[in-house]
């Protein structure tokens, strides 16, 4: 069944509830869903990129390779 039918069919079918705990039930539901699918894009460094990136940071500090805050600030006024 096409998606947008089926969304359609919900909403008519929570414009028909009068039942504030089902109302809560379900938006709880959502939260839930919208939780896991945020997290399920989430992708953990393991701990060798972990410290690999941390040495590759302290590399470039002395080298360098950093910005003041000031100098930062003055970019993004322009982003």
Do not use: C, H
Request: glycine content about 2%; proline content about 1%.
């Amino acid at each position: 069944m096409d998606i947008q039918i089926e969304i359609n069919l919900i909403k008519k079918e929570l414009e028909e509830i009068q039942d504030e705990s089902l109302i809560q039930t379900i938006k709880s539901l959502l939260k839930f869903a919208r939780k896991k699918s945020y997290e399920s894009g989430l992708n953990p460094m393991a701990v060798k990129e972990y410290q690999a990136r941390a040495e590759a940071s302290e590399n470039d500090i002395q080298a360098g390779r950093v910005k003041d805050i000031e100098t930062l600030e003055k970019e993004s006024d322009s982003w």
